[in-house]
């Protein structure tokens, strides 16, 4: 899954989640600042991409490390709670959660070397190595051809659809005044 696949069904997600809270507990309101929602969406990606596939490419050499593991998520959640206690702020409560959707979206039950770390062992799967970042964008988008990868880009696209109805959304929020 690329960037509107994480961000668009993320926010597809926590809306929906968010809108069945407001209605089942109209006493409490649930409002979330869907920036974080769209940052923590991404931040397994923005964590481990750089990570395992730049800094430590000859040792690990993959982009799916440390912050795709349940224990990041948890830690994770664990200090949001924390924080929601102390100070009321749900932010990093948010970005957890968003976290914990991009997980499932990675469909990382498939990967429990990685999901489980360091549960099921220290060390990581390594993927496969690429001369450098163009080589590995040439042969991410010449799967786009490959009816295998189909499910890809169709969560890309509904992603993508997701993200401009909530884009649409806030310009007419902000033009008129709400």
Same mark, same amino acid.
């Given at each position: 899954?690329? +960037? ?23 006493? &409490? ?5 869907y ?6 969406? !991404? ?12 800094? !430590? ?9 440390f912050? /795709?593991? *349940? !224990?990041?998520g948890? *830690? ?5 709670y924390t ?16 976290s ?7 469909? !990382?039950w &498939?990967?429990? %070397? #990685? ?15 690429y ?7 040439? #042969?991410?988008?010449? /799967?786009?051809?490959?009816? %295998?990868?189909?499910g890809?880009?169709?969560?890309? +696209? ?10 649409g959304?806030?310009?007419?929020? &902000?033009?008129?005044?709400?």
């Amino acid at each position: 899954m690329f +960037i509107f696949g994480h961000i668009g069904i993320t926010l597809g997600i926590v809306y929906s989640v968010t809108y069945l809270l407001d209605h089942l507990r109209p006493e &409490k309101s649930f409002r979330i600042d869907y920036r974080w929602v769209a940052f923590g969406a !991404l931040l397994p990606d923005m964590i481990d991409k750089p990570l395992g596939r730049i800094v !430590l490419a000859e040792t690990i050499g993959s982009g799916r490390i440390f912050a /795709h593991t *349940l !224990l990041f998520g948890i *830690l994770l959640a664990f200090a949001g709670y924390t924080l929601y206690r102390r100070t009321d702020d749900s932010k990093l409560l948010v970005l957890a959660g968003a976290s914990f959707c991009h997980l499932f979206e990675d469909q !990382l039950w &498939k990967s429990p %070397a #990685v999901l489980f770390w360091p549960f099921s062992g220290w060390s990581f799967p390594r993927d496969q190595i690429y001369g450098n970042f163009f080589e590995y964008l040439t #042969v991410v988008f010449s /799967h786009a051809y490959n009816p %295998a990868y189909t499910g890809v880009f169709t969560s890309e +696209i509904i992603g993508f659809c997701i993200t401009a109805m909530f884009a649409g959304n806030y310009a007419r929020a &902000k033009i008129s005044g709400n």
